[in-house]
């Protein structure tokens, strides 16, 4: 068995685990309300291609000062309200997760410069145990939820369906 040979047979070897950690972003955009916003959100979907339950468990950008991971609920009097989730979103080996405007999302918080449509930033996902995955977004201020998609909540806490308005101070 020759070196080469041997090398090659590692690195096959290796070729499973790495690939059992892979996610897998698709449909992914960003927006803002207006030009002065000074936040924004991001919505994709992520697929965990693993064989392991995982976890999203944080984002980064030069984009803004701060990113964070947001979902809603509704609390005893029945409003929706946006709400961080520190411990991240679970994703189960094998499925798909949608990152979509009334539900889980993406928030960009402090803005460095304006999201600008057709313009691109790029977003790093940490998980768990997958290796961290950077992702360029096209800026999309137009886009709207798709028929049935569950962004048409309304206008609650004083912002509308981007939540760009959203302030965390």
């Not at 020759?2 to 950690?21: E, R």
């Not at 998609?149 to 760009?164: L, N, T």
Request: hydrophobic share 40%; proline share 3%.
């Amino acid at each position: 068995m020759t070196f080469k040979t041997t090398l090659l047979g590692a690195a096959i070897a290796v070729l499973p685990a790495f690939a059992s950690a892979h996610m897998v972003i698709e449909d992914a955009y960003a927006r803002a309300s207006s030009p002065v916003a000074q936040s924004g959100a991001a919505f994709m979907t992520i697929f965990n291609h693993s064989d392991m339950d995982d976890r999203l468990i944080g984002v980064t950008s030069e984009a803004a000062e701060r990113l964070e991971l947001h979902t809603h609920i509704q609390d005893d009097a029945g409003v929706m309200r946006m709400v961080e989730v520190e411990e991240g979103f679970a994703m189960a080996a094998g499925e798909t997760i949608a990152l979509e405007r009334g539900g889980m999302h993406v928030m960009l918080l402090g803005l460095t410069e304006p999201l600008v449509q057709g313009e691109e930033i790029e977003i790093t996902f940490t998980f768990e145990h997958a290796d961290p995955v950077t992702q360029t977004i096209t800026i999309d201020n137009e886009r709207q939820p798709e028929a049935g998609a569950h962004g048409g909540h309304g206008d609650h806490s004083g912002h509308g369906d981007d939540h760009s308005g959203h302030d965390h101070d």
